[in-house]
């Protein structure tokens, strides 16, 4: 097994970068760049999501990812795959439909990280009774980076389902750098980004300067409103 520190939910913070190897190669730019660049901003947190094959060199991006985040002291976390993560000792983040958490935590068991999606109240109380680390919610609001997303949950009603369950909960959906601190406002302990974090054109240079302004954004929220 590649030795790949796993580090501990704590490193749930605000800013949390999504990689999505589809929008990267629209954009122009490597894997590995990317990664790169968001490391160098500052950022510990790092999800890669592969929705379609996981090829050969798929996996050997994901493998240099985890030791740049290793090396940053940053967590990894693989989308959807428990049998990758497993082998990069990696966090993991699974969607409804993938393996449930409690046969993930057979492949990953504590300290490994493990995520999940819910996108409306039932699916977050149920998820409360799974084996894992942090939930995330959403669409906040409207996204296109997901084929036929489930209902828009909308900034109010985060605000109620926060209530619902003690886990670090990750808001994902349509966040974009105007709307942010509103979301974190409302209960969000963390902001998931795929789309706003990708600068047009999207070199190196001007990734890292998205996730500076990002990591400013999230550090400089006011406390949570009532």
């Known amino acids: 097994?590649?030795?790949?520190?796993v580090t501990s939910v704590t490193s749930i913070t605000a800013f949390y970068p999504v990689l999505d190897a589809g929008l990267l190669a629209g954009h122009g730019i490597s894997a590995?760049?990317?990664?790169e660049a968001l490391l160098?901003?500052?950022?510990?947190?790092?999800q890669f999501r592969h929705k379609g094959f996981f090829s050969r060199e798929a996996f050997e991006d994901a493998r240099m990812i985890a030791e740049l985040c290793r090396n940053a002291g940053a967590l990894f976390v693989v989308n959807d795959r428990a049998d990758i993560a497993a082998l990069l000792n990696a966090g993991l983040h699974l969607g409804q439909d993938d393996l449930a958490p409690r046969d993930a935590r057979k492949l990953l068991p504590p300290p490994s990280i493990i995520g999940f999606s819910t996108h409306n109240e039932p699916q977050l109380r149920d998820a409360g009774l799974?084996?894992?680390d942090y939930l995330a919610i959403g669409p906040i609001f409207q996204t296109a980076s997901k084929e036929n997303p489930d209902p828009i949950v909308g900034v109010e009603r985060l605000r109620s389902l926060r209530?619902?369950?003690?886990k670090p909960l990750v808001a994902i959906g349509g966040i974009t750098r105007a709307t942010a601190v509103s979301v974190l406002q409302a209960g969000a302990d963390s902001v998931a980004i795929i789309g706003d974090l990708f600068p047009e054109p999207c070199t190196k240079a001007a990734l890292r300067s998205r996730a500076e302004e990002w990591l400013a954004i999230c550090s400089s929220r006011t406390s949570r409103q009532p």
């Open 163 to 166: 209530a619902i369950t003690k």
């Open 32 to 35: 590995l760049d990317a990664a």
């Open 1 to 5: 097994m590649i030795e790949v520190t």
């Open 130 to 132: 799974e084996p894992v």
């Open 40 to 46: 160098e901003a500052g950022v510990r947190i790092l």
